[in-house]
């Protein structure tokens, strides 16, 4: 299993200049198929495994996308 960190301090690089709008439509597009991925793979973690990682059922929509 990969391990992703996303949050306040993380950060998402890329090669891409920051300038170009299609790089910027590219990585928000990624970032968001990532946090998909994320979110559907902890959701199929049972409700035990979540609690050995210190996350309840309910808080995966807000640690995967921050809201």
Do not use: C, H
């Amino acid at each position: 299993m990969t391990t992703t960190t996303y949050g306040q301090n993380a950060s998402i690089t890329s090669s891409r200049p920051a300038s170009s709008f299609l790089g910027r439509i590219a990585d928000r597009f990624g970032d968001y198929v990532a946090r998909s991925r994320i979110e559907r793979q902890l959701e199929q973690l049972d409700d035990r495994l979540l609690l050995d990682i210190g996350m309840k059922r309910s808080d995966i929509r807000r640690m995967v996308w921050g809201n």
